[in-house]
């Protein structure tokens, strides 16, 4: 399996960006998808996934209500969608996807089989 992400800028605080994942290599539709982003000097932190039907998606606390994930099956692709960016969003952004998995493990970025190469997110103030 093969992840391209894409759609990473530079914007400003309370601007919006969308960002991009083509998937190729596996039967997309089967598999649950996520976005993580890692800032400088600290972890990967879980941002959004959406399981593998679409009909179910998880957000973390800090992004809720701002971030929305989609994923297009037909282009396998899944999206995200970012409005009202803060400074503290910034980051590199990766998309993951694994084989369907408890959905209680899909915050944890152990459960992710694939990785794309990352996009930088940065929010000026």
């Known amino acids: 399996v093969q992840l391209q992400a894409s759609g990473g800028g530079l914007v400003q605080a309370g601007g919006s960006l969308s960002l991009s994942c083509a998937a190729s290599?596996?039967?997309?539709?089967?598999?649950?998808m996520g976005w993580f982003r890692q800032a400088p000097g600290k972890e990967r932190e879980f941002v959004a996934c959406?399981?593998?039907?679409?009909?179910?998606?998880i957000y973390a606390d800090s992004v809720k209500g701002r971030f929305t994930i989609s994923r297009d099956n037909a282009k396998n692709t899944v999206y995200l969608q970012m409005n009202s960016l803060k400074p503290d969003d910034t980051a590199v952004y990766y998309c993951?996807?694994?084989?369907?998995?408890?959905?209680?493990?899909?915050?944890?970025?152990?459960?992710?089989?694939?990785w794309g190469q990352g996009t930088q997110v940065t929010v000026s103030s």
């Open positions: 290599g596996r039967t997309f539709r089967d598999w649950d």
């Open positions: 993951a996807t694994t084989p369907r998995m408890a959905l209680s493990a899909l915050r944890l970025p152990s459960s992710y089989n694939y």
């Open positions: 959406m399981r593998y039907s679409g009909g179910t998606t």
